[in-house]
C-alpha cells in the first residue's frame, strides 16, 4: 500500500512576512517611535560622521542625483533632497498643525499666539547678543546668528519622547515657538548671509500666495490646486533668494482649516 511523504507544515510567505513586521509595526504604533528613531538616527550619524569611515558619510550626502520629466529635469545632491526637499514637506504638516490650533486650538486668540512669537523672538536676539558680547572685535562676530538656530524637526523629536507626560498646550507653545524661531532665522540668513534677495522672484512668491488666499478663502478642497500652487511657491521662494522650505509652512497655513 503506498504512503504519502510526510511534509512539513510550513506557513505561507505572507504569514513569515507578517510575523517579521509585528516587531516593526509594534513600534511605530508608539507615539514615541519617531522621537526615538531620530535619536538613534542622530547618535548614528555622529558615530559615523567622527569615525575612520567619515569620507564615506560625506560621500553619500554629496552623491549626485537627477530628476527629469518630458526631456526637461535638474540636478542636485542627496544633502539638498533632504534638506530642500523632504524638510519642505516636514514644515508643511508642521504647518498645518499650527493652522489647526490657530483656528480652533490653543493658539485661536491673539494674546495665546503671540506669548510663543515673543518667546521664539527672545531666543533668538539674547544668544545672538551673547555671542557678539564674547566676539566683539574679532573676526568671529561675523557668526552672530550660528546660535540663534533651533532645530525644529529635534525640537518636535524630543516632544514625541514626553508627550505623554505633558500638558498639550505645552506642545503647541514649543512647536509654534520652534516653528516661529525657524522662521525668523531663515529670514536672517536670507537678508544678512545670502547672496541677495531677487525682487522678481519675490513678486512671483508673492502672487502664488495671493492665489493660495484665494483658494482658502473660498474653501476649495482639490489638493491638487494646492500641490501645484506649492511647487510654483517652493520654486519661487528658492529663486528669491529664501530658503524654500519656507514655502511649507506657507502652504500648510492656506490649507483650509475647516470643511465647507
Known amino acids: 500500500m503506498a504512503t504519502s511523504s510526510s511534509k512539513p507544515n510550513r506557513p505561507p510567505v505572507p504569514a513569515l512576512f507578517k510575523v517579521a513586521l509585528a516587531p516593526v509595526?509594534?513600534?511605530?504604533?508608539?507615539?514615541?517611535?519617531?522621537?526615538?528613531?531620530?535619536?538613534?538616527?542622530?547618535?548614528?550619524?555622529l558615530a559615523w560622521a567622527?569615525?575612520?569611515?567619515?569620507?564615506?558619510?560625506?560621500?553619500?550626502?554629496d552623491a549626485p542625483l537627477r530628476l527629469e520629466a518630458a526631456g526637461h529635469g535638474g540636478g542636485f545632491t542627496f544633502r539638498e533632497l533632504i534638506n530642500d526637499g523632504l524638510m519642505t514637506l516636514f514644515f508643511f504638516l508642521v504647518g498645518m498643525e499650527i493652522?489647526?490650533?490657530?483656528?480652533?486650538?490653543?493658539?485661536?486668540t491673539f494674546s495665546r499666539a503671540l506669548l510663543p512669537l515673543i518667546a521664539a523672538l527672545g531666543g533668538m536676539v539674547v544668544p545672538a547678543a551673547l555671542y557678539l558680547?564674547?566676539?566683539?572685535?574679532?573676526?568671529?562676530?561675523?557668526?552672530?546668528?550660528?546660535?540663534?538656530?533651533?532645530?525644529?524637526?529635534?525640537?518636535?523629536?524630543?516632544?514625541?519622547?514626553?508627550?505623554?507626560?505633558?500638558?498639550h498646550g505645552l506642545v503647541v507653545f514649543l512647536t509654534a515657538l520652534a516653528i516661529f524661531d525657524d522662521i525668523?532665522?531663515?529670514?536672517?540668513?536670507?537678508?544678512?548671509?545670502?547672496?541677495?534677495?531677487?525682487?522678481?522672484?519675490?513678486?512671483?512668491?508673492?502672487?502664488?500666495?495671493?492665489?493660495?488666499?484665494?483658494?482658502?478663502?473660498?474653501?476649495?478642497?482639490?489638493?491638487?490646486?494646492?500641490?501645484?500652487?506649492?511647487?510654483a511657491l517652493w520654486y519661487a521662494m528658492h529663486h528669491g533668494g529664501i530658503h524654500a522650505t519656507l514655502s511649507g509652512v506657507v502652504l500648510g497655513l492656506f490649507i483650509p482649516a475647516r470643511p465647507t
Open 99 to 108: 493652522k489647526r490650533e490657530l483656528s480652533s486650538g490653543e493658539l485661536r
Open 25 to 45: 509595526q509594534a513600534f511605530f504604533r508608539l507615539e514615541a517611535s519617531s522621537g526615538i528613531l531620530l535619536a538613534l538616527c542622530a547618535v548614528a550619524a
Open 50 to 61: 567622527n569615525s575612520p569611515w567619515a569620507g564615506s558619510y560625506s560621500a553619500v550626502f
Open 184 to 231: 525668523g532665522g531663515i529670514l536672517v540668513i536670507a537678508v544678512f548671509y545670502g547672496t541677495g534677495l531677487h525682487g522678481e522672484w519675490l513678486a512671483v512668491s508673492a502672487g502664488v500666495c495671493g492665489v493660495l488666499w484665494g483658494l482658502n478663502r473660498f474653501y476649495v478642497r482639490n489638493g491638487l490646486a494646492y500641490a501645484l500652487a506649492g511647487v
Open 133 to 167: 558680547a564674547f566676539t566683539h572685535g574679532t573676526p568671529a562676530q561675523g557668526g552672530w546668528a550660528i546660535p540663534m538656530a533651533t532645530d525644529i524637526a529635534f525640537a518636535i523629536g524630543c516632544l514625541t519622547l514626553v508627550k505623554a507626560r505633558v500638558g
